[in-house]
């Protein structure tokens, strides 16, 4: 069982629509990590969290330490969000190496 | 805000030549520097750790020789993928974390670089 597990790994839906992606992770953390990768390949950094909830334009980050999971949510989709989304954990103990969930790739249709 | 420049974005090479790939920190000087491998759908991979002015750690089963880090100053870190081979080919990403000036400075704040797409023929 990978440390960090994200769902669902591949969401299609329609421009407009709420988007909801989730990240579980079994081990103690001090900070997790929301990433945000476009077809090109790079990387960008969408919210660093280590407790409550962090908003930045149509973009919603949630944790829940004792439940160990994280969401994002997207809120008025738009086609230019499509990309693969990844969530990252940096361990308590791990010499601030993070570790990464497997993306979930989400295409907004026009 | 903070950005971390790779170079070069995409490179093809012949087989046995070697390749080397640049991560600055533009606007900030970077105590740490993390070098990634992704192969195609799949996830990033750590491949190493580099600390300024110290040698790179390197994650279990990454060759040393191999991938070649040096991490001369608080604002580059250089990948060099030594003796390329076709299996080397993959996308590799640098992210650098920002040196602390202060307790409310973001310390822990990871920026990533664009990424680079080496090709090995």
């Known amino acids: 069982k990978n440390e960090v597990e994200q769902s669902p790994q591949n969401l299609t839906a329609q421009e407009g629509e709420f988007i909801t992606i989730n990240c579980s992770y079994s081990?103690?953390?001090?900070?997790l990590h929301w990433l945000q990768q476009h077809p090109g390949g790079g990387i960008v950094s969408l919210f660093m969290l280590s407790s409550g909830k962090k908003k930045h334009g149509r973009l919603i980050a949630t944790i829940n330490i004792q439940e160990k999971h994280s969401s994002l949510h997207i809120t008025a989709s738009h086609p230019r969000d499509s990309a693969v989304y990844i969530c990252a954990v940096l361990p308590f103990f791990g010499n601030e190496k993070l570790t990464f969930g497997t993306g979930t790739r989400l295409t907004i249709i026009p | 805000g903070a950005v971390v420049s790779q170079h070069p974005s995409w490179v093809i090479c012949k087989s046995g030549t070697s390749v080397k790939i640049e991560c600055r920190s533009l606007d900030f000087q970077a105590t740490t520097m993390f070098w990634y491998r992704q192969f195609p759908k799949q996830s990033l991979m750590l491949m190493a750790t580099?600390?300024?002015?110290?040698?790179?750690?390197?994650e279990q089963g990454v060759e040393k020789d191999k991938f070649l880090i040096n991490h001369a100053s608080l604002t580059l870190s250089t990948l060099t993928v030594t003796s390329a081979h076709p299996e080397d080919s993959s996308f590799y990403i640098c992210?650098?974390?920002?040196?602390?000036?202060?307790?409310?400075?973001?310390?822990?704040?990871?920026?990533f670089g664009a990424g680079s797409r080496l090709t090995v023929l």
């Open positions: 580099s600390n300024e002015g110290s040698k790179a750690t390197y």
């Open positions: 081990v103690g953390i001090s900070a």
């Open positions: 992210s650098a974390r920002k040196l602390a000036t202060s307790a409310s400075s973001g310390a822990n704040v990871l920026t």
